[in-house]
């Protein structure tokens, strides 16, 4: 049974004392106080800062029971694990306990054995178990991965949205937290109001991770740099998430050609396989793992160097929340993402394939399109990440491949006269490579066909190659002088920011990487 003096401790001896940490990281005593002071908690946390300690130690000081609902088995197993050995008393209840230790468990809980229990969304789902927790002594529950609640979050699960009615059920009321990684401001909204918060305290840690350098590579050869790459950091752990099954097969099946061992992951595999390679994984008997965007969410492992993206992810949440995998320790890693515009094609086909309704579809569209912007804009990497969070930017990370590559900053105030003048010529209802043929004066039977060849701007551009006109293009849409339409096939608009250098002779200022350059593997740099 836990020991009653445990209770009059203070949070930070009861860090040292079950943790064997001498101090709290950024804002964990902060909501660690907050919680105890009965106040609903709202914690926006980068993966890896540290948010289970956030609630855990308020579990062993409340005097009843917690509850943590968490989304995967997975996790639960590893955090009650941990908890045991630390010698604080919790258990989970999920599908995989025959009923009969479900019952014991229950029984036990009823004795007051436990301090906390880990239970999945799914359970609320049974009303016996529910009416079963009413009679416990709830003091507090705790949602990790709270932007499952939010249907706009990347990882929406339905099962969430029963949280909310259990809130309102248990009484007296118990405090909450809500816990997420990445969310940007409307899915903390949407978290507020799903778990019906009550005046929620906020707590931002800020979404800089210091140790973590970004690179955006433009390779002609992405298997080779995969494969440089990868060798660079023999010995070390590293994840390549790939966008489907089959290119996690096949890029499995490439690495094995030249001698690079890997194991795979994605749900089409079978659960003990995934389980197996997963566990070789983080206990290290395998370094490499590639897998598909199934892989990862709540896996504690530290010591990953490198988070590389083959393909463009389809969303910034997504993209940071996997990076973020990396550099858990705190150690240098680098996050890498390899960006062709075929990749965006195929992240626009799996939107327009996929059951979700028209409005929801706009909203991916716009989300890809911030993971594009992402992967053309020349400022720092990360200042872009902490922007699109919502969060304040203090200064350029000063290691991500923007801030190292040596980016010449000229005036493109003409090429963006040109561009943007070409938009408005052909009213706003073109897309990129149209504009850019237009530009280039292209002998393109459409544009002969819709007579865009009489427009003035027809030809403007000669002396660039097309290619290089699209990308000033996606550079003014990542900059905000232009963008694009949601949709399957989007049209490219001005901005004030464009009317502005129209006609009113703002300068347009941009750094540019030298043509053909390829960014140098960080760990060069280090
Ligand atoms: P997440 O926010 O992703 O859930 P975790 O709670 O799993 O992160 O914490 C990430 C890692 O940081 C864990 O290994 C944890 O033990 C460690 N950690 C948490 N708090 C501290 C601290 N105050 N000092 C040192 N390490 C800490």
């Known amino acids: 049974m836990f020991v009653k003096d445990t209770l009059q401790q203070s949070p930070l001896e009861i860090l040292k004392k079950y943790y064997g940490y001498d101090h709290f990281r950024k804002n964990q005593e902060e909501i660690i106080s907050s919680l105890l002071n009965n106040q609903d908690t709202l914690c926006i946390m980068p993966t890896g800062g540290g948010k289970s300690v956030c609630y855990q130690i308020p579990a062993i000081l409340f005097q009843g029971i917690t509850i943590v609902i968490s989304p995967l088995i997975s996790l639960m197993k590893d955090q009650v694990d941990t908890l045991t050995s630390n010698g604080i008393p919790a258990v989970f209840i999920n599908s995989t306990l025959s009923q009969i230790e479900q019952d014991d468990i229950m029984n036990d809980l009823k004795q007051g054995v436990y301090k906390l229990v880990y239970i999945s969304p799914e359970r609320l789902e049974s009303i016996t178990f529910v009416k079963f927790l009413k009679q416990l002594p709830i003091t507090f529950i705790a949602v990790d991965e709270a932007h499952c609640v939010s249907q706009w979050g990347h990882d929406f699960r339905p099962s969430y949205g029963k949280i909310g009615n259990l809130i309102n059920q248990l009484s007296p009321r118990p405090v909450l937290a809500a816990f997420t990684a990445t969310a940007t401001k409307e899915v903390a909204e949407d978290i507020k109001l799903g778990l019906k918060l009550h005046e929620p305290q906020l707590y931002i840690s800020g ?43 096949e890029l499995q099946l490439f690495l094995q050609k030249n001698g690079v061992q890997a194991v795979t992951y994605h749900g089409g595999m079978s659960e003990t396989l995934r389980n197996k390679n997963q566990e070789k994984f983080i206990y290290d008997d395998e370094k490499i793992i590639i897998a598909t965007n199934a892989f990862g969410m709540g896996i504690d492992k530290s010591n990953v160097r490198y988070v590389l993206h083959y393909q463009v992810p389809k969303s910034m949440e997504g993209y940071y929340q996997e990076a973020g995998r990396a550099g858990r320790d705190g150690e240098n890693s680098e996050c890498i993402l390899l960006f062709t515009s075929k990749d965006v094609q195929t992240q626009k086909y799996l939107i327009e394939q996929s059951a979700s309704v028209e409005e929801r579809k706009v909203q991916e569209y716009q989300k ?159």
């Open 207 to 249: 979404y800089e991770r210091e140790n973590l350098a970004f690179s955006v590579v433009k390779t002609g050869n992405k298997r080779n740099y995969l494969l440089d790459f990868i060798q660079r950091y023999k010995g070390e752990s590293g994840i390549v998430y790939a966008t489907t099954r089959k290119d996690v097969e």
């Open 368 to 526: 890809l399109q911030s993971m594009v912007d992402y992967c053309h804009t020349t400022k720092c990497l990360q200042s872009y990440i902490v922007n699109y969070f919502g969060g304040k930017v203090n200064a350029d990370c000063g290691k991500c491949s923007n801030c190292k590559s040596e980016l010449e900053e000229i005036d493109v105030t003409v090429e963006a006269q040109k561009i943007f003048s070409c938009v408005v010529r052909m009213k706003e209802r073109f897309g990129v490579t149209l504009i850019a043929q237009v530009l280039k004066g292209s002998q393109n039977k459409r544009i002969k066909d819709m007579r865009l060849n009489e427009l003035t701007t027809y030809g403007i551009m000669k002396s660039k190659t097309e290619k290089e006109i699209s990308e000033l293009i996606q550079l003014f849409i990542a900059e905000g002088y232009l963008e694009l339409t949601a949709g399957q096939f989007p049209t490219v608009k001005i901005t004030e920011k464009a009317v502005s250098v129209l006609k009113n002779g703002l300068k347009v200022l941009q750094k540019v990487k030298p043509s053909k350059q390829e960014v140098p593997i960080q760990s060069e740099l280090f």
